[in-house]
């Protein structure tokens, strides 16, 4: 497949409404004309397997599991599919969750049951807070699964955020962690700052500076052919 190719059509391939919702916003604003579709769009999608050790691994396995799926409902082969695996890794519980962000209180935990885990694990050593950050791996295959000369079958996007995650919560946006991951924003004049949470953040707020929106940012420049 010839490296210049992009996509005009671009399935999200996530059950994730608030991903999705975050990824078409952007992707939209970004990129005047892409057609871009959830998965439910094609009837209720399957199931894929999160079995690798780290994001990459994950995001290019829901990528290309998609892929597949979408071929046999008929889906053209020259539609993209745009799979995301990210999570929250804590320095003092050596990197957990991690891939397992959204399981870590168990399989089919909510956000309110990990977040719980969250503060029990840090409670557990002692501590109030830790560093950490957020991890977005960005996975994009076409349906036909036509390789590029110069990436494979996916190609990846990434993005890192630090922050601290607190035993304190604080706001009510976002979804996952973002209630327990603190930040320090500056007052743009040299200043202390005031801390905040990522639940607290604006979503335009959010996606200038966050894990995801860094992936993003890459991926759309590559759609543009930058």
């Not at 190719?5 to 952007?26: I, T």
């Not at 020259?78 to 957990?96: F, I, P, Q, Y």
């Not at 399981?103 to 719980?116: C, K, P, Q, T, Y």
């Not at 991951?181 to 700052?193: H, I, K, N, P, Y």
Request: hydrophobic fraction near 40%; proline fraction near 4%; charged fraction near 30%.
């Amino acid at each position: 497949l010839d490296p210049g190719w992009r996509p005009q059509r671009l399935v999200v391939g996530s059950g994730n409404a608030h991903k999705v919702a975050e990824l078409d916003r952007m992707l939209r604003l970004a990129v005047p004309g892409l057609v871009v579709l959830g998965l439910r769009a094609f009837g209720e999608p399957p199931e894929i397997p999160e079995t690798a050790d780290d994001f990459a691994g994950n995001a290019r396995l829901k990528a290309e599991g998609f892929a597949a799926w979408l071929r046999q409902v008929g889906e053209a082969g020259d539609t993209a599919v745009l799979a995301d695996d990210s999570g929250v890794c804590v320095d003092a519980l050596d990197g957990r969750p991690g891939v397992r962000s959204a399981r870590f209180a168990g399989e089919g935990a909510s956000d309110e049951a990990n977040n719980d885990e969250l503060v029990r694990e840090l409670r557990a050593r002692g501590l109030s807070r830790s560093p950490g950050h957020y991890r977005c791996v960005l996975a994009l295959t076409r349906v036909d699964g036509r390789a590029w000369a110069d990436a494979g079958v996916s190609r990846r996007f990434e993005g890192r955020w630090d922050v601290e995650l607190r035993v304190e919560r604080r706001g009510s946006g976002g979804f996952g962690y973002d209630p327990h991951a603190w930040l320090r924003v500056g007052d743009g004049a040299g200043g202390a700052g005031v801390d905040r949470t990522v639940a607290e953040l604006q979503p335009d707020e959010k996606a200038a500076i966050s894990h995801r929106g860094e992936a993003l940012r890459a991926l759309l420049a590559w759609l543009r052919g930058a």
